[in-house]
């Protein structure tokens, strides 16, 4: 797996199969209950200021992880640290380590872009490009030089993401023809394209209505069984729903007034949201504050 960060590395192969990958970085077994990336102190910065500090956690494979919090609390900035989405954002800056698969993100020689290849990313709001729905779900591999057969791999991710059924008689077709559901199953789908292993999603069902959000609600706890993703909600019925393990964040004050997020509280949703060991936990679950 450590090579396979470097640039160019890994990119002209055709991708494992769908539900790998379970190398190590030093090509032995990884045990199906290591942790598919741990940050170790992880503050990130906007200009020199702390939008989020001193972050230990262990994502573990295989499992839905829930982030939750106020507004302005850090999740999507946190959650943009793991595949060096923050890189985009010239004034943030990351300190700490970031380990997928015990390799540091932030390593030196680590490529950004075969970063965000096994650690793909759906956001907020559907956002197909202009292109019909095979070119869409093709747009990865075909830029990363990867030699696979399209046809094989358009039809495999739109499988996983519960939508081949639904397009397989149109994928000629502008994607912008999709109904917002279907746009956000589609960018499910071209995130899973180049073969994945960990999906993050910011809120990717605030812009749908409730059928759209059951459905990809459903299509999470499904590519749980291959995937391990962490989502951003602000909704708290769909992190019990959906979610293993949730992390609570707030916003806590310095004497400069400078707000800055931290991790209150990390784990399983059910005792997240049943038994919270902090009242700041228990303050939000309960709806007194946010
Ligand atoms: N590009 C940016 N430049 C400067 N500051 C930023 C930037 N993005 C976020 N911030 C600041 O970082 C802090 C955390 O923002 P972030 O968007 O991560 O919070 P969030 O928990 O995702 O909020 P929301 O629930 O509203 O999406 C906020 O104070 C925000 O203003
Ligand atoms: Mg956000």
Redo the contacts with the bound molecule.
Sequence with gaps: MADQLQTGADVKTAPPAIDAPDAAPNGGPTSSSAPVLSTENVH?F??G?P??KEVTMDIPRHRVTA?I????????????SFNRMNDL?P??EVTGKVLYHGQDLYGSGVDPVEVRKHIGMVF?KPNPFPKSIYDNVAFGPKVLGMKVDMDEVVENSLRHAALWDEVKDRLKQSAFGMSGGQQQRLCIARALATNPDVLLM??PCSALDPIATGRIEDLMVRLREEYTIVI?T?NMQQATRVSDRTAF?T?ELDEQDN???VVVEYDETEKVFSQPSDSRTEAYVTGRIG
Excluded: M, N, W
Excluded at 70 to 80: A, D, E, F, H, I
């Design positions: 990130v906007y200009d200021i939008a989020v982030f919090g106020p507004s302005g609390c850090g999740k999507s900035t946190l959650l943009r954002i004034s943030a907020q910011d809120e951003v602000h964040l916003v707000r800055t997020g």
